[in-house]
């Protein structure tokens, strides 16, 4: 059951679940998403993606998605085998879009009195990381953009939300 203390976290795609070194341990998963009549070759760790599925399943967080690729998250979905997110806009956004729109998305979150997860490599501007934490409780998260998120990440958003509110 989601509840003014369940975390929202803002999930972006490239960088954090595609990656080209994704890791984890075993070989990744490969499948193509479409834009725009374009395919583009998507890397994946499948372990990652059950650590997903399974805070997703324990109700602890509200997962978003927070990407260029909002507009194909059933696509995405169905590729990496993860339930319905819900997307944090419906419309295609230019790249150079993104980073606003992500950015007022997580202001949205910490305006609604939600704590905040957001992990990104690249979208998360440098004054954020002073700025959100004063707004609300807040964990962000860069990956590196050939890795995407690793273990150690997964291990910081579970800490993350099974901490009581403050």
């Known amino acids: 059951m ?40 998507m890397r994946w760790a499948p372990a990652l993606l059950d650590r997903i599925r399974a805070l997703h399943r324990s109700g602890a967080v509200e997962i978003r998605w927070c990407t260029t690729w909002c507009a194909h998250t059933g696509q995405l979905e169905r590729l990496f085998g993860l339930p319905r997110f819900e997307p944090c806009w419906h419309e295609d956004l230019a790249p150079p879009d993104a980073p606003i729109a992500k950015l007022a998305a997580a202001h949205q979150v910490l305006a609604d009195g939600r704590p905040l997860i957001w992990t990104d490599d690249a979208d998360i501007p440098p004054a954020a990381h002073d700025e959100l934490p004063r707004l609300g409780r807040t964990l962000l998260i860069a990956p590196a953009p050939n890795r995407g998120l690793q273990p150690d990440h997964l291990t910081t958003i579970e800490t993350f939300v099974a901490a009581p509110p403050t």
């Open 2 to 41: 989601v509840t003014a203390a369940t975390p929202v976290w803002l999930l972006d795609v490239d960088g954090v679940l595609n990656a080209n070194r994704p890791g984890w341990s075993a070989a990744p998963r490969r499948g193509m998403a479409y834009a725009g009549g374009t395919g583009f070759l």
